[in-house]
């Protein structure tokens, strides 16, 4: 699977040593204490039970977990719920319709204030809406819009009618959605003419346009949101307004309860191959997990909270921490539609000061931004209401996670550091506000109800002060119930190389510290993390060669200060292409650099822009051990700076001194 040992992953060894105990203030009013843990451990199931009893059943489980189908997990054999109700009827029915839901606040400035009372006749509409358009309790419905109210409505509508949503990120291409249609054979696909980002309108429809025109598709209907306002081309027997449909619908809608197993939703991610995995989670254990870790991990307190996850919906944050946890919790939130430097730079504490948000939860790469910046900027805004900040997505390097305490969190508020995967559906790691003495960069430990260590080779964990590969050695309620349609790869991505410990296995390097609190120390296997978004190297390499130009590629995760990681790519271009005359592996003549900004933007058609490379080099060789497996660790000692690795392996030794005369003459793509 990979080449990339645990110890290459653990060159850069911990030394950091700051640490920093809960106020008693705030111990005193957390919503968790340190007894938490060994209750929990003390009766895994029973706390589990518990947690699901945070939620309203129509029928009471019989058993909360069967594992006898290992890796096939059931949690709360035979209870039946719905999981809109969940998130918003029950709290109307609780006296708290009047409560805002959501706060929608629109690029352009615009803004909307959504109760729960409102909040449930949207979803009734919205569930009636699908209904009427032929969906079915297991059919799949494609979900690709802006960060907006109607999304959340969208997502709870199909988890109403028990239908499954598949969400694809709107910056995906229209490549990327025919794939993930065709892959899950939605028979809707819901979108929006477009919505704003960097003060301009982009547009959707078009794209999903042209991603139904590839070939025939199951899908019938296209439901079409305004917001962009802008021009889109229409089929008549195909396409439908959004408002159009909804304004037929009665704003009540009788839910039926399904099994706690029903599929909720499928969400694509990058694996180690070029095509990505359909993630699929189901209901009763999925909400249970969102809705506690979101209670455990932000302190929440539902009545005087107002949270704010600045994560897209189209990730697994945006599903778990803006629709189904916080609502399943009642708590209020805002969501935003666009960057965080528009119309200026001080747009997100200008949100924080104006709703007066109290929970944030953000990425370390926003966070590095917002450092490159300049702290003034933070500073002409009234950030008194935060209380707890979360970060989440990739490792967060001390610097970062200590200018967010400092100047975001004024020194007052708890970091919560949260490790988990769209595949483990809900959060695993993470501080508890208020009882755990926080780290900077570390995730601590796994929170109350989950179990996760650190093991070597062989499936040994390691003592405190080692370092390895992160295991999950219990089964945990919102564990993928599955990729779709494709159980082989399941077993043998996650539950193989563990087999006979049974474990899952998370693709991350970890370390223990000699408290054996947990540190995250990225990936060990070809998948990138480009601020905090999933892309593998072969997705990235495949779209590269699909270039009528391009003979081979070869695609590296390099160390970016701001994303993380950054996607560098070496070309071979074919026989006959004339990229750079100058034949010193640079790209600076003039072919060579049009050729580069072409492949740039070919990789953002074939995936979208989330995935173009910051580097392309065209080169005459890749390194290749005598087996012809390409050497992609040389290739990042190159693209990272370094004095390249051991080369003793490889076919042709010089390959790597060419290669790196390239690079150094090339330019950084911006
Ligand atoms: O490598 C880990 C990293 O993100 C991967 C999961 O990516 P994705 O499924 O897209 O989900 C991201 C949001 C949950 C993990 O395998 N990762 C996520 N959170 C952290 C992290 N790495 C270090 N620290 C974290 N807090």
């Not at 699909?546 to 996607?567: F, K, R």
């Not at 074939?606 to 050497?631: C, D």
């Amino acid at each position: 699977m990979t080449e990339r040992t645990p110890a290459e992953g653990l060159s850069n060894l911990l030394t950091e040593q700051r640490r920093f105990a809960p106020s008693a203030e705030f111990a005193a009013a957390a919503n968790y204490h340190a007894d938490a843990y060994a209750a929990a451990a003390a009766d895994r199931l029973g706390f589990w039970a518990r947690q699901a009893r945070r939620l309203d059943w129509e029928t009471e489980w019989s058993e909360v977990l069967d594992w006898s189908q290992a890796p096939f997990a059931k949690w709360f054999v035979g209870g039946t719920l719905n999981a809109a109700v969940n998130c918003v009827d029950r709290h109307v029915l609780a006296g708290r319709g009047e409560k805002v839901a959501i706060h929608f606040e629109g690029e352009p400035g615009d803004s909307r204030s959504v109760t729960y009372a409102e909040l449930a006749q949207l979803v009734a509409q919205a569930a009636h809406a699908l209904t009427s358009l032929g969906v079915a309790p297991g059919d799949r419905v494609a979900i690709y819009l802006p960060m907006s109210i109607e999304a959340v409505v969208s997502m709870l509508a199909c988890a109403r009618v028990g239908a499954i949503h598949s969400v694809i990120f709107g910056g995906f291409s229209a490549q990327a959605i025919y794939d993930r249609v065709i892959d899950a054979d939605a028979s809707l696909v819901i979108t929006a003419d477009g919505g704003y980002r960097r003060g301009k309108v982009f547009a959707l429809k078009p794209i999903v346009d042209e991603a139904l025109a590839k070939s025939a598709t199951n899908v019938a209907h296209v439901l079409v949101v305004k917001r962009g306002g802008n021009e889109i081309a229409w089929q008549d027997s195909r396409d439908l307004w959004w408002s159009d449909v909804m304004d037929q619908q009665p704003t009540v809608h009788q839910a039926q309860a399904f099994d706690a197993e029903t599929p909720l939703f499928i969400l694509y991610t990058s694996g180690t191959t070029g095509k990505p995995k359909g993630i699929l989670h189901t209901t009763g254990g999925y909400l249970t997990q969102a809705a506690y870790t979101h209670n455990a991990a932000f302190d929440l307190k539902p009545e005087t909270d107002v949270y704010w996850c600045t994560a897209d919906i189209g990730w697994v944050t945006g599903h778990s921490y803006i629709v189904y946890g916080p609502l399943a919790n009642g708590a209020t939130q805002v969501i935003y539609e666009g960057t965080p430097d528009t119309p200026h730079q001080g747009r997100f504490w200008e949100i924080v000061e104006k709703y007066r948000v109290s929970l944030l939860y953000t990425a370390p790469t926003t966070i590095r931004t917002f450092m490159k910046w300049g702290e003034d900027i933070p500073a002409r805004y009234d950030l008194s209401s935060l209380r707890v900040l979360g970060s989440v997505g990739e490792p967060i390097n001390p610097e970062a996670w200590m200018w967010y305490r400092r100047v975001i969190g004024g020194e007052r508020c708890p970091i919560v550091d949260t490790w988990w995967q769209t595949e483990t559906g809900a959060m695993m790691i993470s501080p508890l506000p208020g009882v755990s003495a926080t780290k900077p960069g570390s995730a601590t430990r796994a929170l109350p109800g989950v179990s996760a260590d650190v093991v070597d080779e062989n499936g040994q964990s390691v003592p405190n002060g080692a370092g390895g590969l992160l295991v999950l050695t219990e089964p945990w309620p919102a564990m993928l119930r599955g990729l779709w349609r494709d159980e082989e790869r399941f077993r043998e991505t996650y539950w193989s190389r563990f087999a006979q410990q049974g474990f899952y296995f998370a693709g991350d390097g970890a370390k223990k510290d000699d408290d054996g609190d947990l540190w995250l120390l990225g990936r060990v296997d070809d998948v990138m993390n480009v601020s905090g978004h999933r892309i593998s190297t072969t997705e990235v390499e495949s779209a590269l060669v699909s270039h009528p130009s391009v003979a081979e590629a070869a695609v590296v995760g390099a160390n970016d200060p701001t994303t993380g990681q950054a996607i560098v790519a070496f070309v071979i271009v074919r026989g006959g292409v004339h990229a750079n005359s100058a034949g010193d592996g640079s790209a600076d003549s003039e072919s060579g650099a049009a050729l580069v900004a072409e492949l740039r933007n070919h990789v953002a058609i074939q995936i979208g822009a989330i995935a173009k490379p910051r580097q392309i080099m065209i080169v005459t060789e890749l390194p290749k051990t005598r087996s012809g497996k390409i050497m992609r660790r040389l290739l990042r000692d190159v693209a990272e700076d370094r004095a390249v690795g051991d080369v003793t392996t490889l076919a042709d030794s010089s390959v790597m001194d060419l290669i790196a005369q390239g690079l150094a003459t090339a330019k950084p793509e911006d």
